[in-house]
């Protein structure tokens, strides 16, 4: 407890030292409303006359509320509201713009929310009573915080990132939007009024500020703002119809998901007294609102548009075009009600687009469909956008999906509409006929609140009818939006068969990293540059795991190209919905991405051994000297090979070691930059065995070739695996005569690899280290999974022993250009190495790290 205590205490003390006017905003804030009492039920009506800012107020001459009813709070709900919001934004806010900017962006943001209240409340008061002085009335008087601090929020984005910056005004200017258009409460406007001052507030207080964007980030950020409109459009209603006294322009929308209380046997009582009169149609209409089934059908398109909208976040062209559509048939829909829906002369009562609206006037009319309007004019022009295609195949069959759900619905509708039958009436008739069920299948397919003007011909009375009247629909749409969202997700990738062999010609001219050779492994797609200099195109080896490109390496290609290259790539993936993200690359790359604003962090640590100057003499290599000594004792000799030309005696032993490593392990191979048996089938790449002379493999090594300019000038460690039982000192041998070997051709290096998920600046005296990229929360998430595998897969005792060869550290980096797939890109990289680890192996590696750990902590 007096940990906990002592802690919270430096907390709070670093935090009022950085942040001094955010603390004592939010200390104001309590000690307001603990003395006025307001933190309970709000200001009482002596304070709040003297508090609250509204035209009364004003009109009184009490100016002054123009300020304070941004320091008072309408109840504890708004209170701890206001609280977590300053917290988040303050601390932020104040060392981006500083403690004095903050201040005067808060009383900007406060004054013009005010403004704007007043305005509004004016506005929908003359616009509804047709008067000045009725349009009075309609302005009270409020006490909020919010809209100071979501103004102070607006104004902080203008010196942040660029994808933050759009990323925040983007989703809070969306979300406030929709309150006012939806919700129409006076808050809401002056939540907007407030956030759009804070906006303007913060581009006057910087205009010293100099932004690089990001590349790429109009591409990601248009698509992202169009998702979100998009999927506000649709949302509003929803979030509407769970509150009460919604009066915004787009309010009407709301009566798409409110019930009423009508049954079939009423209805079908009411129209047989009256057949086709004012009450039987009014009940009829009413009814198809009634219910789970037709609540969930009016619910369809919303889901149907929130799919599409994620597929425009993605750049999905099938997205843009089934949004236009969507869209272009809601707009032709809305125009027929708006023109020739039935008007109620009783009441005067104009149907709308989604059921019954409470208004006439032009303003809540017409603003659905200037949204609609407006919404399709966006997507027209920023069509350029949305590029990415899925396959052929994936769009046929897609189609044929969609075709086989619409049309099996309309059977399964007309077979048991035949059974029920007796529980539908019909007009005119006792018993629908089949052609009549034809008729009527469409009509169960559109969401009841368009059916304004469209009279029913069957009803269902009993409940076995109303089941099937009501759900077909439902099952139908929901059909059709599982087929949209697999073809939204599908992708199209390289299908060029010839790509691999023109990856191999730039591996050997002009050649690659130590790393390279691993690009040719399965898995992976190939992407080659489109601008491609003098010298040559380059070309990038990755694989798509949940929305990110993750490389293998670096572009292959011109040495001075690969930064070029790299921004192509990334261009390419931003116009393809993914995010880039570069793995295990050379401090030159590395650099190059981090001056065009991306970030980075070391993920691995290569060790490379030079070979000009290579003599194993010396105490440090004594362990190496031992080995070599051993083996020929022991008449034990290194072999160099390849995979098809090993004889099959020696191949079997091969396969045999590989697999019986991974079964003592009892968990799965990894893959990505580990190769296994597949990649030593390569015809290039060598096997070095350590063989004794009873032809036993006690040990194989492999090595991928590195080629610089068509010439063979170093080899890259991957496969290594050891005999159990056999001879000790294996892999000791193997790496030293490869070495030995490797200076005699007159190489130039020799790499072992990179140990993944580990580093640390060598692991043994005389290590040469370099300094590693930033640090961030995927750094640390990383640190901990290569902590956690270590007792079963051993990457950090993997670089303590390469040690022993006295190598050269060369930081291995992970660069990716935006922060916000931090998350993702930590989920690709763990399922690229482990990408076959199911529900019992992943039980099973669990299970095993637990064991392991708690033997550990007993040692």
């Known amino acids: 407890m007096r940990r906990a205590i002592s802690t919270a205490r430096r907390y709070t003390a670093r935090a009022w030292t950085n942040s001094p006017y955010t603390f004592a905003l939010l200390a104001l804030l309590w000690v307001l409303a603990a003395v006025t009492g307001t933190a309970a039920h709000g200001p009482d009506p002596g304070v709040g006359e003297r508090v609250s800012a509204g035209w009364a107020t004003l009109?009184?001459?009490?100016?002054?509320?123009?300020?304070?009813?941004?320091?008072?709070?309408?109840?504890?709900a708004n209170l701890i509201t206001a609280s977590l919001l300053l917290l988040a934004v303050g601390p932020v806010a104040e060392r981006l713009l500083g403690g004095t900017r903050m201040l005067a962006a808060a009383l900007a943001a406060q004054i013009a929310g005010v403004v704007g209240g007043i305005g509004y409340g004016l506005l929908v008061g003359f616009l509804s009573e047709r008067s000045w002085r009725a349009s009075v009335t309609h302005v009270?008087?409020?006490?909020?915080?919010?809209?100071?601090?979501l103004g102070v929020l607006l104004a902080s984005t203008a010196r942040m990132s660029v994808?933050?910056?759009?990323?925040?005004?983007a989703v809070v200017l969306a979300v406030l939007v929709t309150l006012v258009l939806f919700a129409g409460h006076p808050q809401d406007a002056i939540r907007l009024s407030a956030a759009l001052a804070g906006l303007v507030m913060g581009t006057a207080l910087t205009r010293d500020s100099h932004h690089t964007p990001l590349l790429g980030g109009s591409i990601r950020e248009t698509r992202t703002l169009l998702a979100l409109v998009v999927a506000a459009t649709v949302l509003g209603p929803v979030l509407v119809s769970l509150t009460s006294g919604a009066v915004g322009p787009l309010a009407p929308l709301s009566q798409l998901v409110r019930e009423v209380p009508y049954t079939p046997a009423q209805t079908a009582e009411l129209c047989a007294m009256d057949p086709g009169g004012t009450e039987c149609w009014d009940a009829t209409q009413l009814l198809r609102l009634t219910g789970v089934g037709p609540l969930a059908l009016t619910l369809m398109p919303t889901l149907l548009v929130l799919v599409l909208a994620d597929g425009l976040r993605r750049g999905r062209r099938a997205a843009l075009w089934w949004t236009i559509a969507a869209y272009s048939a809601q707009l032709a829909a809305s125009a027929a009600l708006l023109l020739w829906g039935p008007i109620e002369a009783g009441r005067g009562r104009r149907q709308l687009i989604f059921g019954a609206a409470p208004h006439a006037l032009t303003l809540w009319v017409v603003s659905p469909l200037v949204v609609v309007a407006g919404i399709l004019l966006a997507l027209l022009v920023t069509g350029r956008f949305f590029r990415v295609r899925a396959s052929a195949r994936a769009v046929r069959r897609a189609t044929l999906s969609i075709a086989a759900v619409v049309f099996g619905g309309l059977v399964v509708f007309v077979v048991l509409g035949v059974i029920v039958t007796e529980g539908v009436a019909a007009s005119g008739l006792s018993d629908p006929s089949i052609v009549e069920l034809v008729r009527d299948y469409p009509v169960r397919l559109i969401p009841p609140a368009y059916l304004g003007v469209i009279d029913p011909d069957l009803l269902p009375v009993s409940d076995a009818a109303t089941i099937l009247f009501e759900w077909i629909g439902v099952v139908v749409w929901g059909g059709v939006i599982v087929v949209l969202w697999r073809l939204l997700r599908a992708r199209r990738t390289d299908e060029d068969p010839a790509s691999e062999d023109r990856l191999r010609e730039l591996l050997h001219q002009p050649g690659g990293s130590s790393m390279s050779w691993m690009t040719t492994w399965s898995g992976n797609e190939y992407w080659f540059t489109r601008r491609h200099p003098p010298e040559g195109l380059s070309a990038v080896a990755f694989r798509v795991v949940g929305g990110v490109a993750l490389t293998t390496a670096g572009p292959v290609g011109p040495a001075d190209q690969a930064g070029p290259a790299a921004l192509e790539f990334a261009e390419h993936c931003a116009l393809q919905g993914l995010t880039p993200c570069f793995y295990s690359v050379d401090a030159g790359l590395e650099t190059a991405l981090r001056a065009a604003g991306w970030s980075s962090l070391q993920v691995a640590e290569e060790t490379v051994i030079p070979l000009p100057d290579l003599a194993f003499t010396g105490k440090k290599f004594q362990d190496v000297r031992t080995a070599l000594n051993r083996a020929r004792k022991e008449q034990v000799t290194a072999e160099w090979t390849s995979f098809d030309r090993v004889p099959l005696a020696l191949r079997q032993q091969i396969i045999a070691i590989s697999?019986?490593?991974?079964?003592?392990?009892?968990?799965?191979?990894?893959?990505?930059t580990l190769g296994g048996i597949e990649e030593l089938r390569d015809p290039e790449v060598r096997l070095l065995l350590a063989v004794d002379n009873h032809d036993v493999v006690h040990g194989v090594t492999s090595w991928l070739p590195v080629y610089r300019r068509g010439v063979l000038v170093g080899l890259t460690l991957d496969f290594m695996r050891r005999r159990n039982g056999g001879f000790r000192p294996t892999t000791e041998f193997l790496i030293a005569s490869a070495a030995i070997a490797a200076k005699d051709e007159g190489l130039?290096?020799?790499?072992?690899?990179?140990?993944p998920l580990a580093h640390g600046g060598g692991a043994g005296g005389g290590a040469k280290s370099t300094p590693a990229g930033d640090t961030s929360a995927l750094s640390a998430v990383l640190d901990r999974v290569g902590e956690a595998l270590e007792p079963v897969y051993g990457f950090r005792s993997l670089l303590a022993f390469k040690s022993k060869f006295d190598p050269d550290y060369r930081p291995l980096y992970l660069c990716y250009p935006d922060a916000a797939a931090l998350p993702a890109i930590g989920v690709a990289v763990g399922r690229s190495y482990?990408?076959?680890?199911?529900?019992?192996?992943?039980?099973?590696?669990?299970?095993?790290?637990?064991?392991?750990?708690?033997?550990?902590d007993e040692t």
């Open 59 to 76: 009109g009184h001459g009490y100016v002054w509320t123009v300020v304070t009813s941004g320091v008072f709070v309408s109840g504890i």
């Open 140 to 149: 009270h008087s409020w006490v909020d915080p919010l809209p100071w601090i």
């Open 163 to 169: 994808l933050w910056r759009r990323r925040i005004r």
């Open 659 to 672: 697999e019986e490593w991974v079964a003592d392990k009892g968990l799965p191979e990894m893959g990505f």
């Open 748 to 755: 130039e290096f020799l790499s072992l690899s990179g140990a």
């Open 834 to 856: 482990l990408p076959k680890v199911g529900l019992s192996q992943g039980a099973r590696l669990v299970a095993t790290l637990r064991r392991v750990r708690s033997h550990t």
